[in-house]
């Protein structure tokens, strides 16, 4: 059987798999329908400061091979998740856990980092600088290397914790992005997140969206999640955690290829609640039927 | 929570664009009238929430309103085709609090629900009334389904072909009541918050991305703060909803 065991900034995951952040709270709803600690690890729900409603309803969307969401950061706020989330958690999943963070300001970066720097279940740090969702934060720190390189300066000095930088895809060039972030110090680069897109209303003639705009997933966006993920790769030394769109094993493989470490399964938990545990089943025969013997060799096999 | 196959046994159109369909197989995480089952349709990425009409050991019904593409693809499928369900979604309607004379209110598509709900009061040995609204007679369905169970039914019509003409809050404050449990648009569920002389338990419908709490897409601001629709709700209760305006 392959050896499905990866390596992610000296922490041992064993098997690439990774629900990403927002698409499974904090592991509660679905610890009820399976064993999470089959997982190599979760993202879990953007926090923030302080606690957040988000958007206005409607915040999701049908699309072609995909949805739509403008959910914009809610969570309980950092206080919560570490005194009430995490210690709910431990009891359920045993293994690191990567915290994903959110915020408006660099200090608000820092801020949580710093917080989540003494929690031991903590593995690694996700540095959301791309949700779409968040007006004047999120994406804003995203879309310019400056202040993408500003944001992992801040949070590098809050915390000893590996530090991976969360990258929007809608920008004009994620790899100076990604080089920036890695010239400041991130342990590694997680994309992509959403890509802004829209629906409107036939019966209404207008968004569906509240918000109007909001952040597509889904397997409509893999091709391009691929596309970007080996055009990181090339461009730094450092991990990648690839997503976008991600709904099977095959993907799972061809994201590798292309050049990440390990992989994150996002909308596809949100239709199919057993997606991970079925992919992870998945793999061994996948490996096999493609001559795959250890799953962390093929890590940019494609270049 | 339960994930399964389900095979199609009818699927039939029983009023302007309402198709009723009856699906065999496993109902055991349903516990209560009011929740709903989520359906993946080939061809579209979101599964479609809907309402339990009735269920019973073998099997249950659904009832629905085509209202886009995925809907419509729903009614044109034929006995025997197996669709992939999450059922047992949602707290559904809470029945000890209606005490001995409840009422229900059903606009359009929001009656389903009421039926197992009714069925559930009778059986408690409540006398349940029916107020059903619809815009007009072809759209009127489920009227001599609650009949048949025992329950008084009152119908009005915003063109006035059947029954009192009007919508259901003119015709509420004819009616005596303990309790009140409803379900339907939210122009008339705001309505009946107004004129309502008792508490009762209103069905939320919201878009939802996953239907059982993981993506926040349909979350709502309660006097007991921020709840989901999906596993809060869909059913709420008259002291804990903040009317938006």
């Known amino acids: 059987m392959a050896d499905l065991s990866v390596m992610l900034s000296g922490i041992k995951l064993d098997n690439p798999i990774i629900p990403a952040s927002g698409t499974f ?67 359920t999943f045993k293994k690191p856990l990567i915290a994903n963070i959110g915020g408006f300001s660099v200090e608000e970066y820092a801020y949580c980092a710093q917080r989540l720097n003494t929690e031991d279940q903590v593995g690694i740090i996700e540095v959301n600088i791309s949700c779409p969702n968040v007006h004047g934060g999120g994406m804003g720190f995203g879309t310019s290397a400056s202040s993408a390189a ?3 300066k801040a949070v590098r000095s809050a915390t000893k914790k590996p530090v991976y930088i969360k990258l929007s895809p809608n920008v004009t060039d994620i790899c100076e992005i990604a080089k920036a972030c890695e010239a400041e110090g991130a342990d590694g680069i997680s994309l992509i997140n959403t890509l802004l897109g829209m629906r409107i209303d036939l019966r209404t003639k207008k968004p569906v969206i509240a918000n109007k705009l909001g952040g597509l997933s889904g397997p409509a966006i893999f091709p391009v999640a691929l596309g970007m993920v080996y055009r990181v790769y090339d461009a730094v030394n450092i991990p990648i955690m690839g ?25 596809e938990n949100l239709v199919n609640p057993y997606a991970c545990r079925n992919i992870i089943n998945e793999l061994p025969e996948v490996c096999e039927r493609y001559g795959i013997k250890k799953i962390s060799e093929i890590t940019g096999g494609a270049h | 929570m339960t994930e399964g196959k389900y095979e199609i046994i009818e699927n039939t159109k029983i009023a302007a664009d309402v198709f009723k369909m009856h699906l065999s197989g496993d109902t055991s995480a349903l516990t209560r009238p009011g929740q709903f089952v989520n359906i993946k349709i080939t061809g579209y990425f979101l599964r479609r929430p809907i309402s339990v009409c009735d269920y019973d050991g073998t099997g249950m019904t659904l009832i629905y309103k085509t209202v886009g593409g995925g809907t419509e693809k729903l009614s044109e499928m034929p006995a025997g085709h197996t669709l992939d369900l999450l059922v047992g979604l949602g707290n559904g309607y809470d029945t000890s609090r209606s005490s001995s004379a409840p009422l229900l209110i059903g606009g359009g598509v929001g009656v389903p629900p009421l039926y197992g709900l009714a069925k559930l009061l009778l059986s408690e040995g409540k006398k349940v009334t029916v107020l059903l609204g619809f815009n007009r007679k072809e759209e009127i369905f489920l009227d001599d389904d609650f009949r048949k169970l025992g329950a008084e039914v009152h119908i009005t019509t915003a063109d006035g072909s059947v029954g009192t003409k009007g919508f259901v809050t003119d015709a509420m404050n004819g009616i005596s009541y303990t309790y009140f449990y409803t379900c339907g648009p939210m122009p008339m569920m705001r309505a009946i918050a107004k004129c309502a002389k008792t508490q009762g338990q209103y069905s939320f419908e919201e878009r939802m991305g996953c239907g059982f709490g993981a993506c926040m897409g349909c979350s709502c601001k309660t006097m007991f703060g921020t709840k989901k629709v999906c596993t809060d709700g869909p059913v709420f209760e008259s002291e804990e909803i903040i009317w938006q305006t």
């Open chain 1, 25 to 91: 709270g904090y592991g509660r709803e679905f610890s009820e329908l399976y064993d999470i600690n089959i997982l190599g690890s979760f993202s879990f729900k953007g926090t923030t400061k302080e606690e957040r409603f988000g958007n206005p309803t409607p915040r999701i969307a049908d699309t072609p091979s995909g949805m739509i969401n403008s959910v914009g950061l809610q969570n309980p706020g950092i206080d919560k998740v570490i005194n009430e989330e995490l210690p709910r958690l431990k009891k």
């Open chain 1, 150 to 152: 500003a944001v992992t």
């Open chain 1, 243 to 267: 997503m976008g769109g991600v709904s099977s094993a095959k993907d799972v493989i061809e994201m590798m290829l292309a050049g990440a470490s390990a992989v994150q399964i996002g909308a």
